[in-house]
């Protein structure tokens, strides 16, 4: 069995090297650590404690009253994104949950990134939207002017013809 | 000339207007069949609409609308007009029908829908309109009525087309009706909703 040695110089430097790379390297070994355990989610309705399952998104739903959340963000879209604050419904104390997964209890503001609702008249034709000042649709034909000098070549050449009889 | 070259004059003029004949013949043949297809479509859509309604379970169309896809029907009773609209302002479009143009609304939502057709087909006794005429409209989202309020003619390029905050209607087509080739102008006839 045959032993590596290395030079006193290169092992300094392949020393050095690992320990300048220990610090990245430490990063894909984080996954490893087990994350502390996260409290178990709770609701606080009136004054007691209820635990809340987070498995359970029917019950997790109804709880958080998200049907009034829905339709208040619903009702903001309608309204802008500068009432939506105004028509948040107020959020008592008691219903705010300890759970971050869970926490969100108002509409969350509008942007002017994100996409609006469509308009209630109906359909939007494809397209691009209409540029004031546009010109009328290119309506003009060459048709008529096709069918005249068709004609006219017909009747030319019927002409051409029996005149050479 | 000789004899042989009216001959051949005489035939190459006969076969060449034939031929531009029957050009101009199957494009406008080609026309009424597309026309024919587009109000058949409209109305098995109006049957499945009317069906649906029935059933409260009528779901209209939402979003963007595909080039020649019957979006509504348009009526002037003066001059003895119905004709399914289709979505677009493309030659094969306004080959068949009246064509709604893309980014405006349809015929009595918000804003300044257009629509627009040829002169020689289905516009042809556009011109014949006065202010004053009654136009009707029919959408998935239900029917209007408007009255002609304003009858322009512009030239061609010239900008006129522009949003409105209410619900109007603009048809357009070339003018003059009768002329030999390329029509230089524009007839714009507005109209605005009767009642609410």
Same mark, same amino acid.
């Given at each position: 069995m045959s032993r590596i040695t290395m030079p006193p110089t290169a092992a300094a430097f392949a020393a050095a090297l690992l320990l300048a790379a220990a610090a990245p390297a430490a990063a894909q070994f984080a996954a490893v650590v087990p994350p502390p355990a996260r409290p178990a989610p709770v609701q606080v309705v009136n004054g007691d404690t209820v635990p809340v399952s987070p498995v359970d998104s029917a019950q997790m739903a109804t709880r958080m009253d998200l049907r009034a959340w829905v339709d208040s963000a619903a009702l903001a879209l309608t309204l802008g994104s500068d009432t939506a604050a105004a028509v948040a419904p107020p959020v008592a /104390?008691?219903?705010?949950? /300890? $759970?971050s997964t869970v926490r969100v209890t108002a509409p969350l503001p509008l942007t002017p990134d994100e996409p609006q609702a &469509?308009? &209630? $008249?109906?359909p939007v034709s494809g397209g691009s939207v209409l540029r004031d000042g546009a010109p009328a649709p290119d309506t003009a034909t060459p048709l008529p002017l096709l069918g005249v000098l068709g004609s006219a070549m017909t009747l030319a050449g019927l002409a051409l013809r029996r005149r050479r009889r | 000339m000789t004899p042989a070259v009216h001959r051949l004059a005489g035939a190459i003029l006969l076969f060449g207007g034939l031929g531009l004949l029957g050009a101009v013949g199957w494009r406008y043949a080609d026309g009424a069949l597309a026309r024919d297809r587009a109000r058949a479509e409209w109305a098995a859509m109006e049957a499945r609409w009317a069906v649906e309604s029935a059933q409260a379970r009528a779901e209209r169309p939402q979003g963007p609308v595909a080039p020649g896809t019957p979006v509504a029907r348009v009526v002037i009773p003066r001059i003895g007009l119905d004709e399914v609209i289709l979505e677009g302002v493309e030659a094969t479009v306004l080959n068949a029908a009246p064509g709604h143009m893309p980014g405006t609304p349809m015929p009595g939502a918000t804003g300044n829908s257009v629509i627009s057709a040829h002169r020689d087909r289905?516009?042809?006794?556009?011109?014949?309109l006065a202010v004053g005429d009654t136009v009707r409209t029919f959408t998935p989202q239900g029917h209007r009525t408007w009255r002609i309020t304003g009858r322009r003619i512009v030239g061609a390029g010239r900008p006129v087309l522009y949003d409105t905050p209410t619900a109007t209607l603009t048809l357009t087509t070339c003018w003059p009706i009768r002329f030999i080739g390329p029509a230089p102008d524009r007839l714009l006839l507005v109209a605005e909703p009767v009642g609410s």
């Open positions: /104390a008691d219903e705010t949950v /300890a $759970d &469509p308009p &209630p $008249d109906g | 289905h516009f042809h006794r556009l011109g014949q």
